[in-house]
């Protein structure tokens, strides 16, 4: 089968077109996939704005989109457990599975990952944006056909999710505070309360993302727009065992590390600007902070799409606009107002 597609295909700052994209026979050993639903996530509105996210910085045309799901439609590997027509989420990292960091159970931090939708590596990976697009087996996880695809396309921030937490270590009973109230903040929080945390507390600067918050059973919500006032009363009253850093911003780690109680842990989930940033590390020293960074998910893809699966997780509450792939550009614009979206999701045309 040889076939073109159109694909969201970035070519610089906010130049973001629905392009013809060549495909070409399928290559031995890779699966081709059509384009079922896609959600847009924090990076991807890095890349449409700024052509980079933190220091993956794109320099040749860039198809974005790695939380995606969709239908087989041919196969060229020998894919054991799959056939065409059926229905998967698409792990967007393909690991090396040679390397020391894989080998030794780590594969998110593979020193050879190639990332959908990534300018981590130079030539970049191409995401799956894109009406029809190739993966390997290993990447297709297969969910029945009464899981809708925007449902399965959100394993993969829910898996981020879930690798953040385990990250933390064992939270249950453990006050938790979540600076970042956006989709990867709201799925934390939901992965928190899964394993058993003790109160919710969310943190942003904008309100209707913290009235989702609430929505969702966090227990409190601050907003940092009016003063920090209160976080300090919260911090010096409660024991915060656990801050996670989810807004991505050296304001939001400083208020971590500055809330979290003496021996507590701070996980860094945000993507942090590229460069250098001021940390308070003497604040880490002297309240011997658990400091853990967390860098996308492992074996969490999996337990993710049994998650949404299973029913345990409703991701689709997250959902608040649905735009046809035809509409990437208008998407991004609108998942990139908060004011007016939590999670905006591409659909087949």
Request: aromatic letters at 6%.
């Amino acid at each position: 089968m040889t076939d073109s597609a159109v694909a969201a295909t970035l070519f610089g700052p906010e130049d973001l077109r629905v392009a013809e994209h060549p495909l070409g026979p399928l290559t031995p050993g890779m699966v081709r996939v059509r384009f079922g639903a896609g959600g847009i996530c924090g990076s991807d509105l890095h890349y449409f704005r700024h052509a980079r996210t933190g220091d993956f910085v794109v320099t040749s045309p860039l198809v974005l989109g790695h939380e995606v799901a969709g239908e087989i439609v041919e196969i060229s590997a020998d894919a054991p457990g799959l056939a065409v027509g059926d229905r998967v989420a698409v792990n967007p990292s393909r690991w090396c599975g040679q390397c020391a960091r894989c080998v030794e159970g780590r594969a998110n931090l593979c020193e050879n990952i190639y990332f959908m939708g990534s300018a981590s590596k130079t030539p970049h990976m191409q995401g799956g944006f894109a009406s029809v697009f190739d993966a390997t087996p290993a990447q297709c996880v297969k969910v029945p056909h009464s899981i809708a695809y925007q449902a399965a396309a959100l394993a993969e921030p829910l898996a981020v999710s879930l690798h953040a937490v385990a990250r933390a270590g064992g939270i249950a009973g453990r006050n938790v505070i979540l600076f970042g109230a956006g989709p990867i903040g709201l799925l934390t929080m939901l992965a928190a309360g899964l394993k058993g945390c003790g109160e919710l507390t969310v943190v942003d600067i904008a309100e209707a993302p913290l009235a989702f918050a609430s929505k969702l059973g966090a227990n409190r919500t601050i907003d940092l727009s009016s003063g920090d006032e209160e976080l300090k009363a919260l911090a010096s009253d409660k024991a915060i065992d656990v801050a996670f850093e989810i807004s991505g911003t050296a304001a939001g780690l400083a208020a971590a590390i500055d809330s979290v109680r003496r021996g507590g842990t701070v996980v860094q989930v945000g993507n942090l600007p590229g460069g250098q940033i001021p940390v308070a590390a003497n604040a880490v020293m002297a309240k011997e902070i658990n400091l853990h960074g967390t860098f996308r998910f492992d074996a969490e893809f999996d337990q993710a799409v049994d998650l949404i699966v299973g029913g345990d997780i409703d991701v689709l509450k997250l959902v608040t606009a649905e735009r046809p792939l035809s509409s990437a550009r208008d998407a991004f614009r609108l998942a990139a107002d908060r004011s007016q979206s939590v999670k905006v999701v591409l659909t087949a045309d």
